[in-house]
């Protein structure tokens, strides 16, 4: 885009959803150089940390039976053990691993990303969004973290959503609450739009 001679290169900005937004700071530092950051649903905390809880969520939202669910619980556990261990594995042995089913190297480099320091450095506009029904990424736990970690920062804007998904979509029907709330067809909130369009400009101007 800001090779694009009708666009002004000086106001690019860069918005990323879940993953998208957890590493919108290393694009951005590792050349991306934009005007801005926006991050719907991200979150600074480890990939598989955020897992491991979409996974006990998961269990106790949708297993009633107690056996099963301690079963299922013990098999998220011993994956936790294995994620907490992956910085400990050459880059070689991490990629003979799986770990909650995904390639153990791929956990373990997105690990190795530190967002804080990256935060640290960061002295260009930040807006963080976040959908507060989100059941992937945790308005308590990850937008929290959000906040402290920008705490000091001079331009950092927070909106959050009640009612929204982890798609800023709002949802009430069968299946609420759980993965198949996603079946469903809509359209992001307007007020999401909205609120990115009114920001972008007012750092514009």
Same mark, same amino acid.
């Given at each position: 885009?800001?090779? &694009?001679?009708?666009?002004?290169?000086?106001?690019?900005?860069?918005?990323?959803?879940?993953?998208?937004?957890?590493?919108?700071?290393?694009?951005?530092?590792?050349?991306?150089?934009?005007?801005?950051?926006?991050?719907?649903?991200?979150?600074?905390?480890? *990939?598989?940390?955020?897992?491991?809880?979409?996974?006990?969520? *998961?269990?106790?939202?949708?297993?009633? #039976?107690?056996?099963?669910?301690?079963?299922?619980?013990?098999?998220?556990?011993?994956?936790?053990?294995?994620?907490?261990?992956?910085?400990?594995?050459?880059?070689? !042995?991490? !990629?003979?691993?799986?770990?909650?089913?995904?390639?153990?190297?791929?956990?373990?480099?997105?690990?190795?990303?530190?967002?804080?320091?990256?935060?640290?450095? *960061? &002295?260009?506009?930040?807006?963080?969004?976040?959908?507060?029904?989100?059941?992937?990424?945790?308005?308590? !736990?990850?937008?929290?973290?959000?906040?402290?970690?920008?705490?000091?920062? &001079?331009?950092?804007?927070?909106?959050?959503?009640?009612?929204?998904?982890?798609?800023?979509?709002?949802?009430?029907?069968?299946?609420?609450?759980?993965?198949?709330?996603?079946?469903?067809?809509?359209?992001? &909130?307007? #007020?999401?739009?909205?609120?990115?369009?009114?920001?972008?400009?007012? !750092?514009?101007?």
């Amino acid at each position: 885009m800001k090779s &694009d001679p009708r666009i002004d290169p000086e106001h690019v900005y860069l918005a990323g959803h879940s993953l998208g937004g957890m590493l919108a700071p290393r694009i951005d530092a590792e050349g991306g150089d934009f005007a801005g950051l926006i991050s719907l649903a991200g979150s600074p905390r480890p *990939l598989w940390e955020i897992i491991y809880e979409q996974n006990l969520y *998961l269990i106790e939202k949708l297993i009633a #039976n107690e056996e099963e669910q301690k079963e299922q619980l013990a098999s998220v556990e011993e994956e936790y053990q294995k994620a907490q261990n992956l910085q400990k594995l050459t880059t070689e !042995k991490s !990629k003979e691993v799986t770990v909650f089913g995904i390639n153990g190297y791929y956990l373990k480099e997105m690990a190795e990303y530190d967002v804080q320091s990256y935060i640290g450095e *960061l &002295d260009k506009p930040l807006l963080i969004l976040q959908g507060e029904d989100d059941f992937q990424v945790f308005y308590d !736990k990850d937008y929290a973290y959000w906040q402290e970690l920008l705490e000091n920062h &001079d331009d950092a804007t927070f909106i959050s959503y009640p009612g929204l998904n982890h798609f800023f979509i709002a949802y009430e029907g069968a299946g609420e609450g759980t993965l198949r709330e996603y079946e469903y067809p809509n359209q992001v &909130d307007e #007020n999401v739009i909205q609120d990115i369009g009114e920001w972008i400009l007012e !750092k514009f101007n």
